[in-house]
């Protein structure tokens, strides 16, 4: 099973505080972190982590920031071959986390914004996953190329090229994704995630499934997103029911809350096994 994920590679730089900011207000942060992710890295190493063969279709730079975000995803076992190194800076994110584990996010797109089309290389994967951090025509390129299952996760959400969200097999979005992002309610198979409240897996419109999170601490969302669309790719791909798909996700976000960071949240296949409820 071979996943290529196109998306988005950053350096998070991540500032924790109390509560997070009012417009004009500053605020001390109680600490901060330099974090390797970006969510099509992320959903990279989640996939990885999660047993599948997953490779990297993406762009860093040429400073000091794309070695290490190289190495990070080699460390987690994901091939990055197809990972271009561009004469720019690395993508990078701000974060503030505040205590409750809610997030503001600001991304700033350097090299994922010089991702070409022609940088795309697909044929072969068994399902190609993509995030909203690189450009449309790089995304028309991949569902183009892809021959296998095409996963769409539209994040950060904009309205999308005619043809996209038809082509897709999988819609991942958050509520606020599914409400504002034209045509994301008409795909064959949406998965709508919900925080706290879990996830609906919904077919030509209606709900096919319906799972709540387990009880879990709250220390970081950050990367919690990116863990369920990974897994219910990883799901699907190994012909797990819908009940049992869209459980397995929920549990992998849940999973993810519990650990500060994107990147280092991101759950094991063990972690997420050992935290889902009997049926």
Same mark, same amino acid.
């Given at each position: 099973?071979?996943?290529?994920?196109?998306?988005?590679?950053?350096?998070?730089?991540?500032?924790?505080?109390?509560?997070?900011?009012?417009?004009?207000?500053?605020?001390?942060?109680?600490?901060?972190?330099?974090?390797?992710?970006?969510?099509?890295?992320?959903?990279?190493?989640?996939?990885?982590?999660?047993?599948?063969?997953?490779?990297?279709?993406?762009?860093?730079?040429?400073?000091?920031?794309?070695?290490?975000?190289?190495?990070?995803?080699?460390?987690?076992?994901?091939?990055?071959?197809?990972?271009?190194?561009?004469?720019?800076?690395?993508?990078?994110?701000?974060?503030?986390?505040?205590?409750?584990?809610?997030?503001?996010?600001?991304?700033?797109?350097?090299?994922?914004? *010089?991702?070409?089309?022609?940088?795309?290389?697909?044929?072969?994967?068994?399902?190609? *996953?993509?995030?909203?951090?690189?450009?449309?025509?790089?995304?028309?390129?991949?569902?183009?190329?892809?021959?296998?299952?095409?996963?769409?996760?539209?994040?950060?959400?904009?309205?999308?090229?005619?043809?996209?969200? &038809?082509?897709?097999?999988?819609?991942?979005?958050?509520?606020? &994704?599914?409400?504002?992002?034209?045509?994301?309610?008409?795909?064959?198979?949406?998965?709508?995630?919900?925080?706290?409240?879990?996830?609906?897996?919904?077919?030509?419109?209606?709900?096919?499934?319906?799972?709540?999170?387990?009880?879990?601490?709250?220390?970081?969302?950050?990367?919690?997103?990116?863990?369920?669309?990974?897994?219910?790719?990883?799901?699907?791909?190994?012909?797990?029911?819908?009940?049992?798909?869209?459980?397995?996700?929920?549990?992998?976000?849940?999973?993810?809350?519990?650990?500060?960071?994107?990147?280092?949240? *991101?759950?094991?296949?063990?972690?997420? &096994?050992?935290?889902?409820?009997?049926?």
């Amino acid at each position: 099973m071979r996943i290529d994920v196109v998306g988005s590679i950053n350096i998070d730089l991540v500032a924790r505080v109390e509560r997070l900011p009012e417009p004009g207000e500053t605020l001390p942060s109680t600490a901060f972190n330099l974090v390797p992710g970006g969510k099509g890295a992320n959903q990279a190493v989640a996939a990885s982590r999660l047993g599948a063969a997953v490779r990297m279709v993406g762009a860093v730079g040429t400073d000091s920031h794309g070695d290490g975000l190289i190495a990070s995803l080699d460390a987690a076992g994901v091939d990055t071959s197809a990972v271009r190194r561009l004469g720019t800076a690395s993508g990078q994110a701000l974060i503030f986390v505040d205590d409750a584990g809610d997030t503001m996010i600001v991304t700033v797109g350097g090299a994922n914004h *010089l991702l070409a089309p022609s940088d795309v290389s697909v044929a072969g994967a068994d399902a190609v *996953l993509c995030v909203l951090e690189v450009r449309d025509e790089v995304i028309e390129a991949a569902a183009a190329a892809c021959d296998g299952l095409f996963a769409i996760n539209v994040a950060p959400p904009r309205a999308l090229p005619s043809g996209i969200l &038809e082509r897709a097999d999988l819609v991942v979005a958050n509520r606020h &994704e599914y409400a504002g992002v034209p045509g994301v309610a008409g795909a064959r198979l949406v998965a709508v995630t919900m925080g706290a409240e879990g996830a609906r897996l919904l077919r030509d419109g209606a709900e096919v499934a319906y799972c709540r999170p387990p009880a879990v601490p709250v220390i970081d969302g950050t990367g919690a997103g990116d863990a369920f669309c990974a897994a219910l790719v990883v799901a699907i791909l190994e012909g797990m029911t819908d009940a049992d798909a869209l459980r397995f996700a929920v549990t992998a976000g849940a999973v993810a809350v519990r650990r500060h960071g994107a990147q280092p949240s *991101l759950p094991r296949r063990s972690e997420v &096994e050992a935290l889902i409820s009997p049926v």
